[in-house]
Nanobody, 123 residues
Framework: QVQLVESGGGLVQAGGSLRLSCAAS????????MAWFRQAPGKERTFIAA????????AYLNSVKGRFTISRDNAKNMVYLQMNSLKPEDTAVYYC????????????????WGKGTLVNVSS
């Protein structure tokens, strides 16, 4: 079974920065891409950023472009989200998501989720 564990959330003032990390662990697996989503109170979970594992291509939600940067460490099976110029509207639980293939699924990619880490941006 593959597990995703996020870390790095916390309380920060508007204009500040945080760096989120997500580690994938488990038996032999292949990562296709990893992504970050967030869910604010009373709202649906939304896509923030994604990165492909092979080429490192990235995609972002328009409202975070230029402020957030997603990166990866293939050797450590980790993905990061550097968040700068944080705004109160960035307050949410941030979830790590990964498309992962294992021998148990005959190498068909399935989505996995972490349990989330809370980011609270005060004004």
């Amino acid at each position: 079974q593959v597990q995703l564990v996020e870390s790095g959330g916390g309380l920060v003032q508007a204009g500040g920065s945080l760096r989120l990390s997500c580690a994938a662990s488990g038996r032999t697996f292949i990562v296709a891409r990893m992504a970050w989503f967030r869910q604010a109170p009373g709202k649906e979970r939304t896509f923030i950023a994604a990165i492909t594992w092979s080429g490192g291509d990235t995609a972002y939600l328009n409202s975070v472009k230029g402020r957030f940067t997603i990166s990866r460490d293939n050797a450590k099976n980790m993905v990061y989200l550097q968040m700068n110029s944080l705004k109160p509207e960035d307050t949410a639980v941030y979830y790590c998501n990964a498309l992962i293939a294992t021998i148990e699924t005959h190498y068909y990619g399935l989505p996995y989720w972490g349990k989330g880490t809370l980011v609270n941006v005060s004004s």
